[in-house]
């Protein structure tokens, strides 16, 4: 079975159609998503509908769950974004597809196990809200306990920054893997950041999944229509413009 991970759409709806085709392209079957569907980008509902039609996994994420619920603990323009990603779901459009989108996102599930492999949004310990950075490795302690409570394989999004954290204390970048591809180790845990779909932070701007199939993973990169995104959020004034800047940096 070819599966495609990915996470952190945000609300993009240009770089998860482009992450769809290629998806298709590459033969995946199944789609998983690790959560943050939207907050940031401009096209919430539409990516929300996508993910209700197409994607056989999703998991909350830390934005899904500040539009229910209430933003806590973000900084001004992302609350703001959350605040505005609320409205379009409640205000405009058809009621019943509202409801619709309103109950998906508020059943979604906070983990995913499946044989040796778990799937969360931040981390084994706190799925919706505790990052692991690159810089973890050195944080023995917390990369030993986070590594205690995975059965084997673990997939997160929620930094934005795709790579791999391996047990025995390295972090592997995509660019440092031949073709973007690894094996799944037999020999030792690994934690596995799939990147982001609609607002990747490691200076590529290029939308960033994983394919997964027969303990292989390889990691893509699709181009996608960066200034169209950045257009439409400079279009609406509760989004700050910083939001399409970073887009084209890739930060
Ligand atoms: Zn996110």
């Keep these: 079975m070819r599966r495609a991970i990915v996470s952190d759409i945000h609300g993009n709806l240009e770089a998860l159609e482009a992450v769809l085709e290629d998806a298709q392209a590459q033969g ?4 998983y998503c690790l959560g943050d569907l939207i907050g940031y980008g401009p096209n919430p509902r539409e990516c929300i509908d996508i993910a209700m039609d197409r994607f056989k996994l999703t998991l909350m994420g830390n934005h899904d769950q500040a539009a229910i619920f209430d933003p806590e603990g973000f900084n001004q323009g992302a609350e703001r974004a959350i605040l ?3 409205e379009q779901l409640e205000s405009r459009g058809n009621p019943r597809q509202n409801e619709r989108r309103w109950e998906f996102l ?3 599930p906070r983990r995913h196990e499946e044989g040796d492999l778990l799937f969360v949004h931040g981390s084994p310990r706190a799925p919706l809200h505790e990052y692991i950075f690159p810089e973890d490795i050195y944080n023995r302690r917390k990369m030993e306990r986070l590594f205690q409570m995975i059965p084997r394989y673990c997939f997160v999004g929620h930094t934005h920054v795709p790579g791999i954290f391996l047990e025995s204390g390295e972090f592997l970048e995509p660019t440092d893997l031949p073709g973007g591809e690894f094996r799944l180790p037999q020999d030792q845990k690994i934690i596995v950041n799939v990147g982001s779909v609609g607002q990747p932070r490691d200076q590529d701007p290029r939308a960033c999944y994983v394919i997964l199939e027969n303990g292989k993973l ?3 990169r699709v181009p996608y229509e960066v200034e169209k995104t950045i257009e439409k959020i400079y279009r ?4 700050d413009n910083y939001l399409g800047d970073r887009l084209r940096l890739g930060r």
Excluded: D, K, S, V
């Design 28 to 31: 995946a079957e199944e789609i």
């Design 84 to 86: 505005w990603t609320r």
């Design 236 to 239: 609406i004034p509760a989004l």
């Design 218 to 220: 390889t990691f893509r």
């Design 106 to 108: 508020g059943e979604l």
